[in-house]
């Protein structure tokens, strides 16, 4: 008897698990039950369909040469039989039985498995806010709702937009709609867009970049209601800030895991109300697997169980899933948490853990914020890129980083994710064989050059102070000097707005170091912070002991800043 392979979900996960399954067991029988009519879509290309960027619905759900992954498709091409428009409603553990009901006949029926797939994904959180039910107020979770949003925003009369939540989603949505001509505008309760990703000052330059580009960000706001007019249209979206008018809304504050279908079958259920797995993604029924958004995974630097609802972890869960069915056993073994996006000209990306989370944990951290070219500076197409690394004091290894900018943040974001995988040190990084030519990278990279500067701070070399730090000084008024070691011309197109800035060129300080009070404290800057750490350098040299740079330089500066023209 052939073996029998049901698997519940067909977006990204299920599909996944069904396609390695055919090609590992060529005579089972292998089925997919979708509520949906969409097959094996990718969810993350929907605000680039809503932007214009995708042409055509229909090419987030085709191969690559343009074939709709449709029930003909599946059954033609990979002899996997689809039960479209079907929902699981029941899971009869001991006697090994799914009950499904079609949905356009309400017809009911059993389906008997050897071994069964959860492949359930993830709902979008719904928060209880009055008028959420008004027209043009939107979730972003399908197919259907991309083309909602974008019909909506074609007939011309959406002017003004909300997105409530300034997570990937909302950022992606803002710059799609922003394109659209719309105005939009960001509510977010936490001090900052993508607040589980980047830590404050990362954010602040995304934001200062956001902004440039119209979107207005309102941030520790809380969204009250939606107001609507008699018609049942959305006209306004009440705030704790004030009421902004607005004909389109998009809720998007975050994502729970589908489990009910689970749980009322008895699995168990982790602390995040996921289903719980064990390293061969393998529920508490042994002839059950799960995958994909409904369960949680091992996060490798945290050493417990995060929520990571993320397309990539879909992907690689069904193909190990597939493997373990078909006899092959093999682990996953666990995140990092790496993340990325695009909005408008800055990529964004994490990994890790941030500063501000390495904290509240209780780590001894090494920061280091480290903006440079992401191609020999010289190189036309070079573009900045700003690194932030978090390390672990105790043992050197790097726990965390976010890079942000118009240039490559993606590959140094996997390089990144490869070597904290192992358990990369600050001083490993800094000797890596790293690919360069100038179209490509500085002679050292980007990487090499963030994790030299750590290894220095760690050492005792390199003494610097975060760019919050300096802020919150000034907001005090404290008694110290910001001292600008860059070059004249640099200084008259660009400086800090405040009284307490002396400018001494660094070719210039060893002589002129009489001009500086010993007994103030001096913190240094220029562009980047290579010549800030010089600078320290040579006035600890000449007997300063209270010298510090300031890491990232003035064009990290996310703040005031007094511009030519």
Known sequence: MPNKYVIIGGVACGPKVAARLRRLDLDAEITIIEKG????????????????????????????????????????????EIMDRTLAQKINRAEKKVEVVRLETGEVREIPYDKLVLAVGGTPVDPPIPGKNLNNVYKLNHPYDAEG??????????????IVGGGLIGLEVAESLTKLGIKVTIVEMMDRVLPKMLDIEIASLLMRDMRANGVNILV??????????????????VTEQGTIEAQLALVSIGVRPNSKLAQEAGLEITENGAIKVNEYLQTSDPDIFAGGDCIDNYHLILKRRVYAPLGDLANIHGRIIANNI???????????????????????????????????????????????????????????????LVGSKKDGKIIGAQIVGPGDVAKRLNMLSLGMY???????????????????????????????????????????????????????????????????????????????????PLGMLRQKTDLLPRDKEIIIFCKVSLRGYEAQRILEEKGFTNVKFMDGGIVSWPFELKTRG
């Open 149 to 162: 949003i974008k019909k909506a925003a074609g007939v011309g009369k959406i002017k003004s937009a909300v």
């Open 422 to 504: 192992y358990g990369i040190t600050a001083k490993e990084m800094a000797k890596m064989d790293l690919a360069y030519a100038p179209p490509f990278a500085p002679a050292m990279d980007n990487l090499i050059t963030a994790a030299n500067i750590m290894q220095n701070k760690m050492d005792g070399i390199a003494k610097s102070i975060s760019l919050q730090e300096v802020k919150e000084k000034l907001n005090k008024k404290e008694d110290f000097i910001l001292l600008d070691v860059r070059s004249p011309q640099e200084v008259e197109e660009m400086s800090l707005p405040y009284e307490n800035v002396m400018y001494i």
């Open 37 to 80: 009519e969409i097959l094996s879509y990718g969810g993350c290309g929907m605000p680039y369909y809503i932007s214009g960027e995708v042409h055509n619905l229909q090419e987030l759900w085709s191969t690559p040469v343009g074939v709709p992954r449709d029930v003909q498709f599946f059954k033609k091409v990979k002899n996997i």
């Open 220 to 237: 520790n706001n809380k969204v009250l209601s939606f107001e609507g007019d008699d018609r049942g249209n959305l006209q306004a979206v």
């Open 326 to 388: 078909a006899g092959s056993p093999e682990e996953f073994p666990g995140i990092l948490g790496t993340t990325i996006c695009k909005v408008f000209d800055f990529n964004a990306g994490s990994i890790g853990l941030t500063e501000e989370r390495a904290r509240e944990l209780g780590y001894e951290v090494v920061t280091v914020l480290a903006p440079g070219s992401d191609k020999a500076h010289f190189y036309p197409t070079a573009k900045n890129i700003f690194i932030k």
